[in-house]
Protein backbone atom coordinates (compact mmCIF):
# COMPACT_ATOMS: atom_id res chain seq x y z
CA UNK A 1 0.00 0.00 0.00
CA UNK A 2 1.37 3.58 -0.70
CA UNK A 3 1.98 6.34 1.45
CA UNK A 4 0.02 9.26 -0.25
CA UNK A 5 1.09 11.79 1.63
CA UNK A 6 4.62 10.74 1.54
CA UNK A 7 4.31 10.16 -2.35
CA UNK A 8 2.41 13.68 -2.51
CA UNK A 9 5.18 15.30 -0.31
CA UNK A 10 8.15 14.03 -2.17
CA UNK A 11 6.55 14.74 -5.71
CA UNK A 12 5.67 18.02 -5.04
CA UNK A 13 9.39 18.71 -3.77
CA UNK A 14 10.69 17.20 -6.77
CA UNK A 15 8.55 19.59 -8.73
CA UNK A 16 9.54 22.60 -7.35
CA UNK A 17 12.46 21.57 -7.87
CA UNK A 18 12.58 20.39 -11.30
CA UNK A 19 10.71 23.60 -11.94
CA UNK A 20 13.15 26.21 -10.51
CA UNK A 21 16.60 24.16 -12.31
CA UNK A 22 14.37 24.44 -15.41
CA UNK A 23 13.52 27.91 -15.19
CA UNK A 24 17.18 28.63 -14.33
CA UNK A 25 18.71 26.22 -17.31
CA UNK A 26 16.13 28.68 -19.74
CA UNK A 27 18.08 31.45 -18.79
CA UNK A 28 21.28 30.10 -19.09
CA UNK A 29 20.26 28.83 -22.49
CA UNK A 30 19.56 32.85 -22.68
CA UNK A 31 22.89 33.40 -22.75
CA UNK A 32 24.25 31.51 -26.26
CA UNK A 33 25.45 33.98 -28.37
CA UNK A 34 23.86 34.20 -31.83
CA UNK A 35 27.12 33.20 -33.61
CA UNK A 36 27.14 30.04 -31.47
CA UNK A 37 24.11 27.82 -33.38
CA UNK A 38 23.09 27.65 -36.29
CA UNK A 39 19.62 29.28 -35.97
CA UNK A 40 19.51 31.59 -33.40
CA UNK A 41 15.68 31.99 -33.38
CA UNK A 42 15.58 28.26 -31.41
CA UNK A 43 17.81 29.57 -28.84
CA UNK A 44 15.17 32.41 -28.10
CA UNK A 45 12.22 29.87 -28.63
CA UNK A 46 14.37 27.12 -26.03
CA UNK A 47 15.06 30.31 -23.54
CA UNK A 48 11.05 31.61 -22.91
CA UNK A 49 9.58 27.88 -23.40
CA UNK A 50 12.32 26.21 -20.51
CA UNK A 51 11.56 29.74 -18.26
CA UNK A 52 7.96 29.82 -19.40
CA UNK A 53 7.11 25.85 -18.84
CA UNK A 54 9.28 25.85 -15.57
CA UNK A 55 7.26 28.39 -14.24
CA UNK A 56 3.97 25.84 -15.04
CA UNK A 57 5.78 23.07 -13.49
CA UNK A 58 6.27 25.15 -9.89
CA UNK A 59 2.76 25.97 -10.14
CA UNK A 60 1.18 22.44 -10.95
CA UNK A 61 3.71 21.69 -8.07
CA UNK A 62 2.41 23.99 -5.69
CA UNK A 63 -1.07 21.95 -6.85
CA UNK A 64 0.22 18.22 -5.72
CA UNK A 65 -1.20 18.03 -2.86
CA UNK A 66 -4.38 19.05 -3.95
CA UNK A 67 -5.00 16.20 -6.67
CA UNK A 68 -7.36 13.74 -6.11
CA UNK A 69 -4.86 10.93 -8.00
CA UNK A 70 -4.21 7.48 -6.67
CA UNK A 71 -0.25 6.62 -6.69
CA UNK A 72 -0.13 5.41 -10.07
CA UNK A 73 -2.06 8.57 -11.83
CA UNK A 74 0.25 10.56 -9.66
CA UNK A 75 3.36 9.43 -10.74
CA UNK A 76 1.93 8.81 -14.49
CA UNK A 77 1.53 13.03 -13.63
CA UNK A 78 4.53 13.72 -12.70
CA UNK A 79 6.59 11.79 -15.82
CA UNK A 80 4.19 13.41 -18.48
CA UNK A 81 5.10 16.35 -16.65
CA UNK A 82 8.51 16.52 -16.76
CA UNK A 83 8.19 15.39 -20.15
CA UNK A 84 6.52 17.76 -21.45
CA UNK A 85 7.35 20.87 -20.03
CA UNK A 86 11.37 20.23 -20.96
CA UNK A 87 10.94 18.76 -24.41
CA UNK A 88 9.20 22.34 -25.42
CA UNK A 89 12.53 23.91 -24.86
CA UNK A 90 14.55 21.06 -25.87
CA UNK A 91 12.93 21.27 -29.57
CA UNK A 92 13.90 25.22 -29.80
CA UNK A 93 17.32 24.25 -28.49
CA UNK A 94 17.94 21.15 -30.93
CA UNK A 95 16.65 23.24 -34.05
CA UNK A 96 19.45 26.43 -32.68
CA UNK A 97 22.31 23.77 -33.08
CA UNK A 98 21.19 21.49 -35.91
CA UNK A 99 20.27 24.64 -38.11
CA UNK A 100 16.52 23.07 -39.01
CA UNK A 101 12.61 23.84 -37.80
CA UNK A 102 9.46 21.97 -37.58
CA UNK A 103 6.65 21.87 -39.63
CA UNK A 104 4.77 22.72 -36.35
CA UNK A 105 6.21 25.80 -35.96
CA UNK A 106 4.93 27.77 -39.14
CA UNK A 107 4.77 31.31 -38.05
CA UNK A 108 8.18 31.13 -36.30
CA UNK A 109 9.85 29.31 -39.44
CA UNK A 110 8.36 32.05 -41.71
CA UNK A 111 9.16 35.32 -39.58
CA UNK A 112 12.66 33.40 -38.88
CA UNK A 113 13.68 31.00 -41.55
CA UNK A 114 16.24 28.55 -40.14
CA UNK A 115 19.49 27.59 -42.60
CA UNK A 116 19.00 24.09 -43.65
CA UNK A 117 15.05 23.68 -43.62
CA UNK A 118 11.68 24.11 -41.91
CA UNK A 119 10.72 20.53 -41.42
CA UNK A 120 13.30 18.22 -39.47
CA UNK A 121 12.17 14.63 -37.75
CA UNK A 122 13.62 15.38 -35.01
CA UNK A 123 12.88 18.57 -33.88
CA UNK A 124 8.90 17.35 -35.00
CA UNK A 125 9.12 14.55 -33.33
CA UNK A 126 10.49 16.49 -30.13
CA UNK A 127 7.50 18.99 -30.41
CA UNK A 128 5.04 16.19 -30.76
CA UNK A 129 6.13 14.49 -27.34
CA UNK A 130 5.76 17.59 -25.84
CA UNK A 131 1.93 17.86 -27.17
CA UNK A 132 0.76 14.91 -26.33
CA UNK A 133 2.50 14.42 -22.27
CA UNK A 134 1.94 18.20 -21.67
CA UNK A 135 -1.94 17.46 -22.40
CA UNK A 136 -1.73 14.52 -20.37
CA UNK A 137 -0.16 16.08 -17.33
CA UNK A 138 -3.03 19.21 -17.68
CA UNK A 139 -5.71 16.79 -17.99
CA UNK A 140 -4.72 14.55 -15.08
CA UNK A 141 -4.05 17.87 -13.58
CA UNK A 142 -7.65 18.96 -13.97
CA UNK A 143 -9.06 15.74 -13.43
CA UNK A 144 -7.24 15.46 -10.00
CA UNK A 145 -8.34 18.72 -9.04
CA UNK A 146 -12.29 17.88 -9.64
CA UNK A 147 -11.80 14.14 -8.01
CA UNK A 148 -10.54 15.79 -4.87
CA UNK A 149 -13.48 18.30 -4.99
CA UNK A 150 -15.75 15.52 -5.42
CA UNK A 151 -14.03 13.40 -2.71
CA UNK A 152 -14.77 15.73 -0.43
CA UNK A 153 -18.30 16.14 -0.83
CA UNK A 154 -18.02 19.61 -1.45
CA UNK A 155 -19.50 20.71 -4.88
CA UNK A 156 -19.63 24.69 -4.34
Not at 2 to 17: A, F
Not at 70 to 87: I, N, P, R, S
Not at 88 to 110: H, R
Amino acid sequence: MTNMPELKSKLRHWTLVLGVIQVTFGCVVGFIPPDAVQWFRGIVMAHIEFTANGVLMIVLGLLVKELGLGAMALKLWFVTLQLGTWTNGLAGLVGAFIGYSSKLMPTLSEKFPPPHGMDHPLVTGILQLCGVTIMLALLLTIYGLLTARAATGNSR
